[in-house]
């Protein structure tokens, strides 16, 4: 069995699948509407209501359940297609990737390195990177951080009301520097889950954050002396970075909005394979964007 596919083979997979999604979808449409016309019909005749209903959810049902496997073979069948291509571009971008001792995306890793001020508990990390880009000695990985709503957060006009919810989703880039923090500290800005990247002027960056330090004297000088690195980082991306920085290891939390590191995201014109690897590029500039503003606005790397 071929480890990839080739671009012809590839487009016809995804077109066979968006096929068997058609008529699953007509299928379920048509169990739905027939169980609202039967729910009509029988409840007007003989106040019977039970076979429309169980017609709709079949509908419901039967897409749902499919729909969860067609996405898992979309999914295969692209990982399939992209997996030589993505493994050559990963390398000729960042080298190897390395395993780097104390440098694993543990608990108890983000704990000490924690990039929100929310009251996490659980984790999910994915697709970890160790390389190199332009003389930086990286780390990077798509993250998400789960916990429950303090009353603060529900307050929020953007925060869900209650209950568990991601308190940051997005990617976690971490960079080796060549001076230790005096003292670690956290810079987030005050916005639920990041907050939405309106511009902001320069003059205004350390009126916008919030910090977290046990010297916070020493914060607010590291914000002066790099807030135009701080300043390209927070209009650079939709959502504004967590910034922390703690013995020779400054981490920016980069929050994104559905897309992920070292992946092909969106939805690429399957009639045109280029544009998925394209897509699966434009992912890794994610982090090759904030290491290349930190090489140019900071003498830490």
């Given at each position: 069995m071929q480890?990839?596919l080739?671009?012809e083979?590839?487009?016809k ?13 007509s ?8 169980g609202i ?6 409840y007007?005749?003989?106040?019977d209501?039970f ?5 709709i959810l079949?509908g ?7 729909a ?5 073979d979309?999914k295969?069948a692209?990982d399939?297609f992209?997996k030589d ?13 390395l395993?780097?001792p104390g440098w694993?995306?543990?608990?108890e890793y ?6 929100s ?9 994915a ?10 000695h990286?780390?990077a990985?798509?993250l998400?951080?789960?916990?429950k709503?303090s ?11 209650s209950?568990?919810t ?5 990617i ?6 060549k001076?230790s ?9 005050p916005?639920y889950?990041?907050g ?12 916008r954050?919030i ?16 807030a135009?690195?701080?300043?390209r ?10 910034i922390?920085f703690?013995?020779?290891r400054?981490q ?5 909005l559905?897309?992920k ?14 544009a998925f690897r394209?897509?699966f ?5 994610y982090?090759t964007r904030a ?8 003498d830490l790397?």
């Amino acid at each position: 069995m071929q480890n990839n596919l080739k671009d012809e083979e590839f487009t016809k997979e995804l077109k066979r699948i968006r096929k068997r999604k058609l008529i699953v979808r007509s299928i379920s449409l048509t169990l739905i509407l027939g169980g609202i016309i039967m729910l009509f019909v029988l409840y007007q005749l003989y106040f019977d209501t039970f076979t429309g209903f169980i017609m709709i959810l079949a509908g419901l049902l039967f897409w749902g359940i499919c729909a969860i496997y067609m996405s898992g073979d979309r999914k295969a069948a692209i990982d399939k297609f992209i997996k030589d291509y993505k493994e050559q571009t990963e390398y000729e971008y960042f080298g190897p990737n390395l395993e780097s001792p104390g440098w694993e995306i543990t608990k108890e890793y983000l704990l000490n390195n924690n990039i929100s001020q929310k009251e996490w508990d659980e984790f999910k990390a994915a697709d970890r990177y160790e390389g190199y880009w332009n003389g930086i000695h990286f780390m990077a990985a798509n993250l998400t951080l789960t916990g429950k709503m303090s009353p603060l957060d529900a307050a929020d006009e953007n925060a869900p009301s209650s209950g568990r919810t991601e308190l940051f989703s997005g990617i976690l880039i971490s960079v080796e520097t060549k001076v230790s923090a005096k003292s670690p500290f956290l810079i987030t800005f005050p916005k639920y889950g990041g907050g939405a990247a309106n511009p902001i002027a320069l003059n205004e960056l350390s009126k916008r954050c919030i910090v977290r330090s046990d010297d916070p004297d020493y914060a607010r000088t590291f914000i002066d002396t790099y807030a135009a690195c701080i300043h390209r980082l927070y209009n650079e991306y939709k959502y504004s970075p967590h910034i922390y920085f703690g013995g020779d290891r400054l981490q920016i939390g980069i929050q994104l909005l559905g897309d992920k590191f070292r992946a092909v995201n969106g939805k690429p014109d399957i009639n045109n394979p280029d544009a998925f690897r394209e897509s699966f590029n434009d992912s890794l500039k994610y982090v090759t964007r904030a290491l290349d503003i930190i090489k140019e606005e900071t003498d830490l790397v």
